[in-house]
């Protein structure tokens, strides 16, 4: 009864609600299509690293890591002979071509990832440049690939918001929904990579 009188009392407020809800449900719209396309490159992430890592480390130098039960997405080949001698090579020539990369195309792809998509949503609208993610990528590819020390969640935060944010560049969304949506690409690339959709979510909002 108290909401009938309240829109009785405001004949406009029915309407602001129904723009709110509007707008509500285009950001949830808008949010999961970045979902599937961040999920997506967080999956072919995932399965380009192990492509690499194969071509790059383990036929090289025979050396194979021990991955965890699971996650492998290619299948085991025949392994060739250990040459612990190009061990000393391979990592810094990987690391040496992926720093090469970033600072031509990208500097702010240098180191994690995490803490750019916190700048962007701070102190830059929510915009990530275009050419971040892929090059972010290729130098994951490249220091992971070959057995660089390193992690995915850092690439996959910043890969994932790039795309969230090139998204929202697209759609014209505001300001406040493309912060939303770098967010919420940030949450679709950890989720992707670490099948972890509930831990994801909450560490992209913390």
């Keep these: 009864l108290a909401r009938l009188r309240a829109l009785a009392?405001?004949?406009?407020?029915?309407?602001?609600?129904?723009?709110?809800?509007?707008?509500?449900?285009?950001?949830?719209?808008?949010?999961?299509?970045?979902?599937?396309?961040?999920?997506?490159?967080?999956?072919?992430?995932?399965?380009?690293?192990?492509?690499?890592?194969?071509?790059?480390l383990e036929w090289p130098t025979g050396y194979?890591?021990?991955?965890?039960?699971?996650e492998e997405?290619?299948?085991q080949v025949t392994h060739t002979p250990f040459r612990p001698w190009?061990?000393?090579?391979?990592?810094?020539?990987?690391?040496?071509?992926?720093?090469?990369?970033?600072?031509?195309?990208?500097?702010?792809?240098?180191?994690?990832?995490?803490?750019?998509?916190i700048r962007a949503f701070h102190h830059q609208?929510?915009?990530?440049?275009?050419?971040?993610?892929?090059?972010?990528?290729?130098?994951?590819?490249?220091?992971l690939g070959t057995g660089g020390s390193g992690g995915r969640e850092g690439p996959t935060m910043l890969i994932g918001g790039g795309i969230g944010s090139e998204i929202g560049r697209l759609l014209r969304v505001t300001e406040r929904e493309r912060r939303v949506l770098l967010v919420a690409g940030t949450a679709a690339g950890m989720s992707a990579v670490f099948r972890t959709p509930l831990g994801a979510a909450l560490l992209a909002v913390e």
Excluded: C, Y
């Design 64 to 70: 194979v890591p021990l991955p965890a039960n699971g």
């Design 86 to 117: 190009l061990l000393v090579f391979v990592p810094g020539l990987g690391a040496l071509a992926a720093g090469l990369l970033s600072a031509r195309f990208a500097p702010e792809t240098f180191g994690g990832g995490s803490d750019v998509v």
């Design 73 to 75: 997405v290619l299948a």
């Design 9 to 56: 009392a405001a004949p406009g407020a029915a309407g602001r609600d129904a723009l709110d809800l509007q707008i509500l449900g285009r950001v949830l719209l808008h949010a999961a299509l970045v979902g599937i396309a961040a999920g997506v490159a967080g999956s072919m992430l995932f399965a380009a690293l192990e492509w690499v890592q194969r071509v790059l």
């Design 125 to 143: 609208a929510g915009v990530i440049r275009r050419r971040v993610p892929l090059v972010k990528a290729l130098a994951t590819m490249l220091t």
